[in-house]
T-cell receptor
Framework: NAGVTQTPKFRILKIGQSMTLQCTQDMNHNYMYWYRQDPGMGLKLIYYSVGAGITDKGEVPNGYNVSRSTTEDFPLRLELAAPSQTSVYFC?????????????FGDGTRLSIL | GDSVTQMEGPVTLSEEAFLTINCTYTATGYPSLFWYVQYPGEGLQLLLKATKADDKGSNKGFEATYRKETTSFHLEKGSVQVSDSAVYFCALGSGAGSYQLTFGKGTKLSVIP
């Protein structure tokens, strides 16, 4: 019972490089989310998806892109990495239903941009 | 918009001490309320939840009661253990039509033997 799986766990990028953070879930949840967690700042929503083919911006989407071609996968792409994107990134999923369903989180990807 | 305010940390307690972490919220309608816990190097895990006023969520000795009159959802535990050391996040889920959670900034708890 894997839940939400994120890869890689750690990554160091140079300024201007690009990369994709992978996220997959095996719970058949329709809703998926990407957050970033900065020290002392809690979690901020980057993008979310309510189903395959449907994505929308969260609070801090600039510098990121997402796609949702399947129910299971929700990759996050950084096109031109900047030092301000150094953070811990969490993917989460939740089932359909009334608003406020609990979210299930992956273990995170720790990204440093130098 | 929706917001969650929780007490600033860090909080350091001795083992078997009583724990309270305050959480207040601002929201329209009737939100669901959650406490999540994050252990070092891990993602967030749901600790407990409450979906309507006066509901009490409980898990692993932790409790929180949804108080609509004071817009609060304070987390309590009667006797903390070293293994409870973690960061605790209060979160709010809006009503029908919105699937996002709004998180507080987190409170770091350290329990010393």
């Amino acid at each position: 019972n894997a839940g939400v799986t994120q890869t890689p766990k750690f990554r160091i990028l140079k300024i201007g490089q690009s990369m994709t953070l992978q996220c997959t879930q095996d719970m058949n949840h329709n809703y998926m989310y990407w957050y970033r967690q900065d020290p002392g700042m809690g979690l901020k929503l980057i993008y979310y998806s309510v189903g395959a083919g449907i994505t929308d911006k969260g609070e801090v989407p600039n510098g990121y892109n997402v796609s949702r071609s399947t129910t299971e996968d929700f990759p996050l792409r950084l096109e031109l990495a900047a030092p301000s994107q150094t953070s811990v990134y969490f993917c989460a999923s939740s089932p359909s239903g009334p608003g406020g369903q609990p979210q299930h989180f992956g273990d995170g990807t720790r990204l440093s941009i130098l | 918009g929706d917001s969650v305010t929780q007490m600033e940390g860090p909080v350091t307690l001795s083992e078997e001490a009583f724990l309270t972490i305050n959480c207040t919220y601002t929201a329209t309608g009737y939100p669901s309320l959650f406490w999540y816990v994050q252990y070092p190097g891990e993602g967030l895990q749901l600790l407990l939840k409450a979906t309507k006023a006066d509901d009490k969520g409980s898990n692993k000795g932790f409790e929180a009661t949804y108080r609509k009159e004071t817009t609060s959802f304070h987390l309590e535990k009667g006797s903390v253990q070293v293994s409870d050391s973690a960061v605790y996040f209060c979160a709010l889920g809006s009503g029908a039509g919105s699937y996002q959670l709004t998180f507080g900034k987190g409170t770091k708890l350290s329990v010393i033997p």
